[in-house]
C-alpha cells in the first residue's frame, strides 16, 4: 500500500512543495512520480525515487528509498498546479498512491 | 510522434461486455510492454492488467482476473482489453500506457508507465 501526504497541499507561486510517499514495505529505489492536471492522462516524472524523466525540469527532484520518499518541487511555477501520484513498481501488482493536491495559496 | 489512442469506451449495463483498443504509433510496438490502468472519479490510478512484449507473459489485478483479458496484435501496433462481467465498480476511465522495465525484467514486476494514452470512459449502470 501506498500512503501519500498530505492529500492537498497549498503553495503561493515561487514557494517550494514537498510531498512525501510511503510504502508499507521496503520497495528499494523502484518508486515513481506522475503529475496529472485537470482533464489529461497522468505525465512521467521521476522513476528509480530520484531521475528525472526527459523533458521534466530541474525543479522537480525526487529522493528516498526503502519505505519513505519525497517530491520536491523547488519554486512552484503556475503549471505545476496539479494531482501528484506515487507508483511502486517492486512487484505485481503495481499499485498507486491516493495522490497529492498542489493547489494555490 | 509517440502516442497512443484509446477507443472502446461507453455506456453498458452491469454484466456486460466492452472491448477496449489502443491504437500505438511512434515506436517499435512489439519491443514495449504495455498495460492498462484505470481511474475512477476522484480516485488515484488503479493498474488493471499488463503484457510483455511478445505477449508471452500477462498479468491481472486481482480485482479483474478471471472477468478480462489483455491482448495484443504487434502486427497491427495495437492492444486490446476485453471486459466481460462488468460491475459498476469497474466504472473508470481507462487508460492504454506503455512501460518501462527495469533490470529485474516484467516477472518480477520491475516496470513503470512512461507514456499514457487519453483515455477512454467505461461507465457500467
Known amino acids: 500500500v501506498m500512503t501519500q501526504s498530505p492529500g492537498t497541499l497549498s503553495v503561493s507561486p515561487g514557494e517550494r512543495a514537498t510531498l512525501s510517499c510511503r510504502a508499507s514495505q521496503k520497495i528499494s529505489t523502484k518508486l515513481a512520480w506522475y503529475q496529472q492536471k485537470s482533464g489529461q492522462a497522468p505525465r512521467l516524472l521521476i522513476y528509480g525515487a530520484s531521475t528525472r524523466a526527459t523533458g521534466v525540469p530541474a525543479r522537480f527532484s525526487g529522493s528516498g528509498s526503502g519505505t519513505e520518499f519525497t517530491l520536491t518541487i523547488s519554486s512552484l511555477q503556475s503549471e505545476d498546479f496539479a494531482v501528484y501520484y506515487c507508483q511502486q513498481y517492486n512487484g505485481w501488482p503495481l499499485t498507486f498512491g491516493q495522490g497529492t493536491k498542489v493547489d494555490i495559496k | 510522434e509517440v502516442q497512443l489512442l484509446e477507443s472502446g469506451g461507453g455506456l453498458v449495463q452491469p454484466g456486460g461486455s466492452l472491448r477496449l483498443s489502443c491504437a500505438a504509433s511512434?515506436?517499435?510496438?512489439?519491443?514495449?510492454?504495455m498495460t492498462w490502468v484505470r481511474q475512477a472519479p476522484g480516485k488515484g490510478p488503479e493498474w488493471v492488467s499488463a503484457l510483455s512484449g511478445s505477449g508471452g507473459s500477462i498479468f491481472y489485478a486481482d480485482s479483474v482476473k478471471g472477468r478480462f483479458t489483455i491482448s495484443r496484435d504487434n502486427s497491427k501496433n495495437m492492444l486490446h482489453l476485453q471486459m466481460n462481467g462488468l460491475r459498476a465498480e469497474d466504472t473508470a476511465v481507462y487508460y492504454c500506457?506503455?512501460?518501462?522495465?527495469?533490470?529485474?525484467?516484467?516477472?518480477?514486476?520491475?516496470?513503470?508507465?512512461?507514456?499514457w494514452g487519453r483515455g477512454t470512459l467505461v461507465a457500467v449502470s
Open positions: 511512434g515506436f517499435t510496438f512489439f519491443n514495449y510492454a
Open positions: 500506457a506503455k512501460l518501462r522495465i527495469g533490470v529485474r525484467g516484467i516477472l518480477g514486476g520491475d516496470t513503470y508507465v512512461d507514456l
